[in-house]
Nanobody
Framework: QVQLVESGGGLVQPGGSLRLSCAAS????????MGWFRQAPGKQRELVAI???????NYADSVKDRFTISRDSAKNLVNLQMNSLKPEDTAVYYC??????????????WGQGTQVTVSS
């Protein structure tokens, strides 16, 4: 069974930093893109950042130049370094990965979510 487990959320003051990590475990062939989404109360889930297996990245405009996504493919890990955090970054952050169980069969998996609260 494939699982994504996040860690690193918490409470931080405006201007502070947090680092989120997500580890994929279980039996699978390979992982394609990995990314982070977030959902604030009363809002739809939105893409924060994504990184392909080749290392290409894409960010939401609201987090560009503040957040950095990275991955360690050997360890099936994806990280999100969040700097200069703002109250509007408060949300539940979800890890997502496109995982191939075989050469041609793949689907999207989600982590359980980790709360990030930016408040003084």
């Amino acid at each position: 069974q494939v699982q994504l487990v996040e860690s690193g959320g918490g409470l931080v003051q405006p201007g502070g930093s947090l680092r989120l990590s997500c580890a994929a475990s279980g039996s699978f062939f390979r992982i394609a893109a990995m990314g982070w989404f977030r959902q604030a109360p009363g809002k739809q889930r939105e893409l924060v950042a994504i990184i392909t297996s080749g290392g290409s990245t894409n960010y939401a405009d609201s987090v560009k130049d503040r957040f950095t996504i990275s991955r360690d493919s050997a360890k099936n890990l994806v990280n999100l370094q969040m700097n200069s955090l703002k109250p509007e970054d408060t949300a539940v952050y979800y890890c997502n990965a496109d995982i191939f169980r075989s050469v041609s069969v793949h689907r999207s998996y989600w982590g359980q979510g980790t709360q990030v609260t930016v408040s003084s």
